[in-house]
Nanobody
Framework: QVQLVESGGGLVQAGGSLRLSCAAS????????MGWYRQAPGKQREMVAT???????DYADSVKDRFTISRDNVRKSVYLQMNSLKPEDTGVYYC??????????WGQGTQVSVAS
């Protein structure tokens, strides 16, 4: 069973930065797509960013040029550097990983709150 442990959420002023981290307990992590999703109050969960084992990335339009996803396969970890944060970035951020042909696995989530 995949376990994901997230850290790094918190409260920050608009324009500030936060870095989220997630450690995954999986074998052959290089075969997994890793990503971050978020859910704002009253809204559906949405993709923020994903990264393949080969380092290909994909971002939601709303976070392009502000957020950067990266991974460390040795540490079996994925990171999300969030800069120029806006109040609309507020939500619960979930780490996720998906193996070949498998469904997404989810972490517990970490709260990110951006004050205006």
């Amino acid at each position: 069973q995949v376990q994901l442990v997230e850290s790094g959420g918190g409260l920050v002023q608009a324009g500030g930065s936060l870095r989220l981290s997630c450690a995954a307990s999986v074998s052959f992590i290089g075969m997994y797509v890793m990503g971050w999703y978020r859910q704002a109050p009253g809204k559906q969960r949405e993709m923020v960013a994903t990264i393949t084992g080969g380092g290909n990335t994909d971002y939601a339009d709303s976070v392009k040029d502000r957020f950067t996803i990266s991974r460390d396969n040795v540490r079996k970890s994925v990171y999300l550097q969030m800069n120029s944060l806006k109040p609309e970035d507020t939500g619960v951020y979930y780490c996720s990983v998906r193996g070949p042909g498998k469904p997404w696995n989810w972490g517990q989530g970490t709260q990110v709150s951006v004050a205006s």
